[in-house]
């Protein structure tokens, strides 16, 4: 089994930073990519940032140059650096990861954490 555990959610500030963490535990032969999405109330879930084994990230528009993406891949981890955050970053941020269990297995299996709220008021 898999595991996607998150931390780091909270009620910030407009234009304060936050640093989102998440690890993955279990049977994990690789994870060709990771990722954070979000989802606001009555919106739809996004992607928010992404990151692959090779290192090559993609960004939201809306994010680029406040947020950063990261991973230690020796920890099977990956964290979300949050700086100048708007109200309207407010929302449910999910990790998500595309896992490998086996050597066999291609391209992976999707695997999600349950969320950490993110709160951005004055």
């Known amino acids: 089994q898999v595991q996607l555990v998150e931390s780091g959610g909270g009620l910030v500030q407009p234009g304060e930073s936050l640093r989102l963490s998440c690890a993955a535990s279990?049977?994990?032969?690789?994870?060709?990519?990771m990722s954070w999405y979000r989802q606001a109330p009555g919106k739809e879930r996004e992607l928010v940032a992404r990151?692959?084994?090779?290192?090559?990230?993609n960004y939201a528009d809306s994010v680029k140059g406040r947020l950063t993406i990261s991973r230690d891949y020796a920890k099977n981890s990956v964290s979300l650096q949050m700086n100048s955050l708007k109200p309207e970053d407010t929302a449910t941020y999910y990790c998500n990861a595309v896992i490998r269990t086996s050597a066999t297995q291609w391209p992976g299996t999707n695997y999600w954490g349950i969320g950490t709220l993110v709160t951005v008021s004055s």
């Open positions: 990151i692959y084994s090779t290192g090559n990230t």
């Open positions: 279990g049977s994990i032969y690789s994870i060709p990519s």
